[in-house]
């Protein structure tokens, strides 16, 4: 029997874990889409988890001359060289889509 209830007693803390563990990550995705829902205007934020929460959302904004101005802009005030690189790979994907609705449009 004590075989059987140290087993059950390993699964039920293996179990608790699994549960808790779901949970953190789970309150971290939520944590983390609040701050980039909350601070997607800060994007020349004196706050780096600021500018990269508001490059998240530009990331998945529509590729407009406005925007491609802006990551440019951003790109040369930037003194950080990751949020750079994570505002140029944005500025690629926005140019390659302007590239395309131009060649749809002509």
Do not use: C, Y
Not at 58 to 84: C, K, N, S, Y
């Amino acid at each position: 029997m004590t075989d059987e209830s140290t087993l059950s007693r390993n699964l039920r803390v293996a179990g608790i874990t699994l549960v808790a563990a779901a949970a953190a990550g789970a309150l971290a995705a939520w944590l983390v889409r609040d701050q980039i829902s909350r601070h997607r205007k800060d994007l020349f934020s004196p706050h780096a988890l600021r500018r990269l929460a508001a490059l998240g959302h530009m990331g998945r904004a529509q590729a407009t001359v406005d925007h491609i101005t802006l990551l440019r802009d951003f790109i040369a005030w930037e003194p950080r060289r990751l949020l750079r690189n994570r505002a140029r790979a944005v500025l690629e994907r926005m140019e390659n889509e302007a590239e395309g609705l131009l060649a749809e449009a002509g």
